[in-house]
Nanobody, 125 residues
Framework: QVDLVETGGGLVQPGGSLRLSCTAS????????IGWFRQAPGKEREFVAA????????YSADSVKGRFSVSKDRANSAVYLQMNSLKPEDTAVYYC??????????????????WGRGTQVTVSA
């Protein structure tokens, strides 16, 4: 069992930035891929970005390419989602998740085993 905690959400103006953090307790990220997903009110959960704990590949949705990036902090056993140039449509609850998806399923929520409780990101003037 891996317990995940997301932090760093909040209210930000359009064009602003936030950095979300995902940390694990009761386990480690070793051997897993770590994904970020989001869910806006009335919408389905959607993939945002992902990375493997081992290896340098990262994956991101077209809607956030060039604005969001995912990175790893091995010293602190954390994974970050850096979000820049935020737009109102980025407003959602953001979740981190871990699993062992193959490359073709990195964006598939069902490929991830453990999920955090989420952190709210609100982009509004």
């Amino acid at each position: 069992q891996v317990d995940l905690v997301e932090t760093g959400g909040g209210l930000v103006q359009p064009g602003g930035s936030l950095r979300l953090s995902c940390t694990a307790s009761g386990g480690t990220f070793s051997g897993y891929a770590i994904g970020w997903f989001r869910q806006a009110p009335g919408k389905e959960r959607e993939f945002v970005a992902a990375t493997r704990w081992t290896g340098g590949n990262t994956y991101s949705a077209d809607s956030v390419k060039g604005r969001f990036s995912v990175s790893k902090d091995r010293a602190n056993s954390a994974v970050y989602l850096q979000m820049n140039s935020l737009k109102p449509e980025d407003t959602a609850v953001y979740y981190c998740a871990v699993g062992r998806p193959i490359t073709s399923t990195m964006a598939t929520a069902s490929a991830y085993y453990y999920w955090g409780r989420g952190t709210q990101v609100t982009v509004s003037a």
